[in-house]
């Protein structure tokens, strides 16, 4: 399976920006959806894991769901600064191989 | 802290052959299955190959199944990574990751150049 992210989203600081993140065939719900944040020049770092669970550090303007019915997840980040600019990647899972999602590019205006 | 440090990247030729190494410390590392990933220039993230605790399971992407080789050394705290008949496309960063539930600690990378 395929998981299909939009190539950039951009928004001013303070603002909200959702990324989805669509699975091509099997049920999003049927494992779950991880979603990494990497900063330019940097290594990937986990800001949602199993759908929705926010790992100690990460600041509570991110969160992530699931929707069954469009068969997506999506991350939101809540009142954007400066340092959430970056690539984000969702990822999931299913026999025994491990998929990331295209990549999301935020700008912050 | 955990700290991932791989090594073993640099350029080489077409057809040639390669071993990665992850440096592992700051947890117990036997008590993980690890992983690698890449990321070719400009590119997005593409998970490689998995190995369980003890190295009795494995699996590898179809990209690099029969080329690569994941391995690991419990008693050095240690992954590895053999590479073979390395093509153009496979130049990229490779990292070394641990696999808890999801990939919760990354190292910062080493980057294989393939070209002639």
């Known amino acids: 399976f395929m998981l299909t992210q939009p190539h950039s989203v951009s928004e001013s600081p303070g603002k909200t920006v959702t990324i989805s993140c669509t699975r091509s065939?099997?049920?999003?719900?049927?494992?779950?959806v991880q979603w990494y944040q990497q900063r330019p020049g940097s290594s990937p770092t986990t800001v949602i894991s199993e759908n929705n669970q926010r790992p100690s550090g990460v600041p509570d303007r991110f969160s992530g769901s699931i929707d069954s019915s469009s068969n997506s997840a999506s991350l939101t980040i809540s009142g954007l600064k400066t340092e959430d600019e970056a690539d984000y990647y969702c990822q999931s899972y299913d026999s025994s191989t491990y998929i990331f999602g295209s990549g999301t590019k935020v700008t912050v205006l | 802290q955990v700290q991932l440090v791989e090594s073993g990247g640099g350029l080489v030729k077409p057809g040639g052959s390669l071993r990665l190494s992850c440096a592992a410390s700051g947890f117990t590392f036997s008590d993980y299955y690890m992983t690698w990933i890449r990321q070719a220039p400009g590119k997005g993230l593409e998970w490689l190959s998995y190995i369980a605790t003890t190295g009795n399971t494995i699996h590898y992407a179809d990209s690099v199944k029969g080329r690569f080789t994941i391995s690991r050394d419990n008693t050095k705290n240690s992954l590895y990574l053999q590479m073979n008949s390395l093509r153009a496309e496979d130049t990229a960063v490779y990292y070394c990751?641990?696999?808890?539930?999801?990939?919760?600690?990354w190292g910062q990378g080493t980057l294989v150049t393939v070209s002639s």
């Open positions: 065939s099997g049920s999003i719900a049927r494992n779950s």
């Open positions: 990751a641990r696999l808890y539930g999801h990939f919760d600690n």
